[in-house]
């Protein structure tokens, strides 16, 4: 009934069949045969072709009406698809660990905003069993994970490596014989100490002083249980704490050492009150990613957004 709107209301404009195919660029005779159509498909005339000009029918008037309405409709349409092109408009929900959503994902989302500022980002923080079931269930477009997520149900883009350090509280006498292995927060910082001329310390030195650990089940306890194994021995654990954030504030205070990433070192201001240590072995190592789920249709806000992690 519509498909031919745009040139009854043509018509309707102009008061002329023959103005109205002057505009169209089609012959009036053609544009005749199709006003016929859409009256028949009606069953009712939408112009009184009896007057000079011509004039509405009442069912042409409501046609018109309706008409209108759709074209209103279609434009906004059009102007939505045109914003998300543009990415005028759009929308974005992101999520990660404390970590992350404190130490890396802020600047890159004002990195972010500042290119594409009409577009809303929600940042929401959780443990990773959190995180991943909103991934499942569509409320997040990305998770920033340094865990494993299953590979046939998520895609990932890799965003950086990551490396496992030991922070030690600088009073432990252990210090003495293993100053060739101390690290400096410059060194960390700029990431130099990954070179091989940095040497991973034994860390069975550190057996006999006291652990501040994460809680069982938290990625990085897992790997620091298996290091410390791997060095034959059980860690001495006096606290334990669901961030590392908290762990490396503790150890800070010269309570004991604790395992903590070179991504929140290097966020964070040195503690003189610390010596690190870098680590050897597979589990000191890992890979952070950004996750989204398998065959969901990817936005132009989310190409955008890593692209530009990419980019950084």
């Not at 149900?153 to 100053?179: G, R």
């Not at 060739?180 to 310390?201: D, E, F, G, T």
């Not at 809680?215 to 410390?228: A, H, K, Q, S, V």
Request: hydrophobic residues 40%.
């Amino acid at each position: 009934m519509f498909t031919w709107k745009k040139y009854v209301y043509e018509v309707y404009r102009e008061k002329s069949f023959s103005k109205a195919a002057q505009n169209l660029y089609i012959s009036q005779p053609s544009l005749s045969a199709r006003i016929k159509k859409v009256e028949e498909r009606i069953g009712v005339p939408l112009f009184d072709r009896s007057t000079s000009p011509l004039q509405l029918t009442e069912v042409g008037k409501a046609y018109i009406e309706a008409a209108e309405e759709i074209f209103q409709i279609e434009q906004r349409v059009e102007n939505y698809i045109n914003n998300l092109t543009t990415l005028k408009t759009g929308h974005l929900a992101v999520g990660a660990s404390t970590l992350f959503a404190a130490y890396v994902l802020p600047s890159l989302i004002t990195r972010f905003n500042q290119k594409f500022p009409d577009v809303h980002i929600q940042l929401i923080e959780g443990n990773t069993t959190q995180l991943e079931e909103m991934l499942s269930n569509n409320s997040l477009d990305f998770v920033i994970d340094n865990y494993h997520y299953d590979s046939i149900m998520y895609n990932k883009e890799l965003y950086c490596k990551e490396n496992i350090l030991l922070a030690v509280p600088k009073h432990f006498e252990v210090h003495e014989h293993l100053k060739v292995y101390q690290l400096s927060y410059h060194n960390i910082k700029n990431r130099s100490y990954l070179n091989k001329l940095y040497p991973a310390v034994p860390l069975s030195e550190f057996a006999e002083i006291p652990f501040i650990m994460l809680t069982p089940g938290n990625d990085t306890r897992i790997r620091g249980d298996r290091l410390c194994k791997e060095a034959g021995f059980h860690p001495n654990i006096i606290l334990e704490f669901n961030q590392q954030s908290t762990a490396y504030m503790a150890s800070s205070t010269q309570l004991g050492a604790t395992f903590i990433s070179d991504i929140l070192v290097s966020q964070l201001p040195s503690f003189e009150s610390l010596v690190y240590y870098k680590l050897d072995g597979e589990d000191a190592k890992r890979e952070v990613f950004f996750y989204y789920k398998n065959h969901k249709y990817k936005t132009r806000v989310m190409e955008e957004f890593i692209g530009m992690m990419h980019e950084l």
